[in-house]
């Protein structure tokens, strides 16, 4: 790939992220949108990661150590990530929730920020904003679109605002039922699922 091109790659990531960041009312300092496009460009091209189980993944790079474990931990979170932000539906698919790829995703970057490097800081950030950076791929999958298909089902909207106060989420579970009491009807489920 030419660098010509490389660059015109990012440029278009880059201008799709800062839509989805407008749209969804989220707005990542430089560093963040600079690794979340940088992961995007990196891992879209490869359809493989769909076949993994991720829990297993985490595991695994537990037994590891040094450089092989750190680079099993950050591939396994930034894939944790765009499951979560680009393709939420495969959560369903799985029989688990995408809070799932968000406790993984999560704790990963979390164990990468308490590594002593120059990334440090980053996955310790990550980790605190990863909610935000799901909202923005999730945000990316509206841009200019008009149709009535959403990313996240009813349920799995619903389960994804309740699980994580994803505020892209309850955007679209908003936009799914068209209503404005279903804050109301959200923490309702919310007091009920808490005493049981």
Not at 26 to 41: D, F, M
Not at 141 to 168: K, M, N, P, V
Request: aromatic share 10%; net charge negative; charged share 20%.
């Amino acid at each position: 790939m030419s660098l010509y091109h490389q660059h015109g790659i990012t440029a278009q990531w880059h201008e799709l992220v800062s839509e989805a960041q407008t749209a969804c009312g989220v707005q990542l300092n430089t560093p963040l949108e600079s690794y979340l496009v940088h992961t995007l460009i990196q891992y879209t091209q490869r359809p493989e990661i769909a076949a993994r189980i991720f829990a297993i993944d985490y595991m695994l790079a537990q037994h590891e150590q040094g450089q092989v474990r750190n680079a099993q931990l950050r591939e396994l979170a930034d894939q944790c990530l765009l499951y979560a932000g680009l393709f939420p539906q495969h959560a369903k698919r799985r029989n688990v929730r995408v809070s799932y790829y968000v406790d993984i995703g999560r704790s990963a970057y979390f164990e990468l920020g308490n590594v002593v490097s120059e990334w440090s800081a980053i996955f310790s950030e990550i980790s605190e904003n990863f909610i935000s950076l799901m909202d923005t791929l999730l945000a990316i999958h509206h841009i200019d679109r008009d149709d009535d298909e959403y990313i996240l089902d009813h349920e799995s909207a619903l389960q994804t605002w309740q699980d994580t106060q994803s505020r892209q989420a309850l955007k679209i579970l908003q936009q799914q039922i068209r209503s404005d009491n279903i804050v109301d009807f959200g923490q309702a489920t919310a007091k009920k699922h808490k005493k049981h």
